[in-house]
C-alpha cells in the first residue's frame, strides 16, 4: 500500500513536470521569472565582487605597483600619436565613402550603437550547458536577446537571455551557434559553426573554390540579419576540397579568446535612418560613443 | 533562534557560493548548504530554500526552465531513499550520495539536451560530475564544523 502510494507521488510530479516544462516552452513565463530573478541575483553578485576587485586593483595600481610608470607612459604617448595619425588619415577614408555612396545614391544600412559591457562570469551552474558568458547589461540597459558582441578584434557572440541589468551571452564557439560569414579577400560565403571550447570552428556549405586560402579573415556578411555585415569573425586555418563533399572542409580560429575578454561592446540596434539624420541613444550616465555604420576589419 | 540563525547562516552562504560556481564551471555548489538542512531534519526550510536554489540556477543556467527542478526534486528524492538504508550524518552515507548525485548530473543532462536538440561534450560532463561529487565532499566537511561552531556561539550569546 506504501510502495503504492509513493509511486502515485513520484508519478503525479513527473505529470506536473511535464506539464509546467511543456508550458514554459509555448509561452517563457518561468524562462522570464528566472532571468529576472535567478541572473539578476547572480548578476548583483558578481557586480559586487568586480567592484571589490577594481578598488584593490586600483589601490595597488595607483599607490604600489609605480614601477616603470614613466618609461610606459612615454611609450603610450608616442603611441596614442601614432594613432592619432592614423586616425585623421582613416577619417579621409570614411568621409570619402559616405561622399561616394551619396553620389551613387545607395541606401544607407543598417546602424548601430557601441556600448560598453563587462564580463562578470563565464558559464556557471548545473544547467549552464552552452558555451556562454553572463554580461553587465540587460534588456532595460541595451542588451535585448540577439545583440551582437564584439572587441575590438572581432566578434565574440550574441546575447542570448536578459534579465534588467543583467544578460547571458552564447559565444560563437558554441554548437548551436550560426553565423553568416564571407571570405574578406576572396569573398566566399559560408555558415561560421562552432563546435565546442575545445574544437576549432567550422566553416559549411562553401562551394569549391581555389581562392580562399588559409590565413584569410572571415567577416560577417550580415546575410542572417542578425549581425551587421563587415565584422572580423576568424581566420582560416585549413581550407581543403574534398573528393567525397560537394562543399569545402574549412576549419577557422576565431580571432578573439572569449575566455581572456573582460570588456566588450554591444551593439545596440538603432534603425534605419541616415546618418546625418539620427541621434545616438544617450544615457544620463554614460559617456556617448558615435555610432558605428561601418566595420573596419582590425588587423589581429 | 535556530531558525533566524540558519538565515543569516544562509545569506552568507549564497552569495559565497554563487562566487565559487562562477570557478567551477558546471558545479552546484548552493546544495551543500541544501543537504546540511536535510541532514539536521530542517524539512520545510529545505523545501523553500530549494525554490530560491531552483530561481537562482535556472537564471544563471542556459538550458530551458526545469532542469533545476528535476535536479533539486531528485536530490530530494535520493537523500529520503538513501535515508531508509543509511544514518544521513554518515559520512559514508555522503560519500555514496555525492557519487550518486555527480552521476545524477549526467543523467538528467543526457535527458534534457536532446529535448532542445543541444550537443553535450561528454569528457565536459564527465569531469562536471567528477568536480561535482568533489566538490560536496570538501566543503560539506569545513561548512557542517563552522555551521556548528557558529551555532555553538550564537546559543552561549
Redesign the interface.
Known sequence: MKIRRILFI?GG?LFL?LG??TW??RTQV??G??????????GS??T??RKGEDFFAGIWNSYVNLIHVNRENEALKNRVADLESLLAREEENRAEITRLRTLLDLPTTTDWTPIAARV???????????E?I?VNRGYLTGAIPGTPMLTQQGLVGRI??S?PRTA?G?LLTD??SRIAVRGQKSRISGIFTGR???YDPEVRFVDPSPDLHEGEILVTSGLDGIYPRGIPVARVVEAVITDHSRFMQIVAKPLVDARQVEELLLLEHVGALPLHVRQPMQSPHEEVKPPLSDFSPVAP | MKTLFTFLWLFCFI?LA??V??F?????VLVVALIILLQEKEYVFSAWVMLLFV?????????????????Y?GLF?LFFCGKIFFEARNVFFLLLFSIVLGIM?VL??LML?PLQ?????VP?LLH?AFM?ALCILLLWFPMVWLRRRMLRYANAA
Open positions: 513520484v510530479a513536470f509546467m516544462y514554459n516552452q518561468l524562462d521569472m528566472a532571468a529576472n530573478v535567478g541572473l539578476e541575483a547572480v553578485v558578481f559586487l565582487v562578470l562570469t563565464g558559464r556557471m551552474g548545473p544547467n549552464s550547458v552552452l556562454s553572463i542570448l537571455r534579465g547571458t552564447l554548437p548551436g565546442g571550447a575545445h | 552569495p554563487i562566487v560556481q562562477g567551477v564551471p558546471g558545479v552546484d530561481l537562482l540556477q535556472e537564471g544563471m543556467g542556459t538550458l530551458a526552465f526545469g532542469g533545476a527542478v528535476l535536479w526534486g528524492l548530473h538528467l543532462l539536451a536538440n543541444l550537443t553535450l561534450n565536459t562536471e561535482q
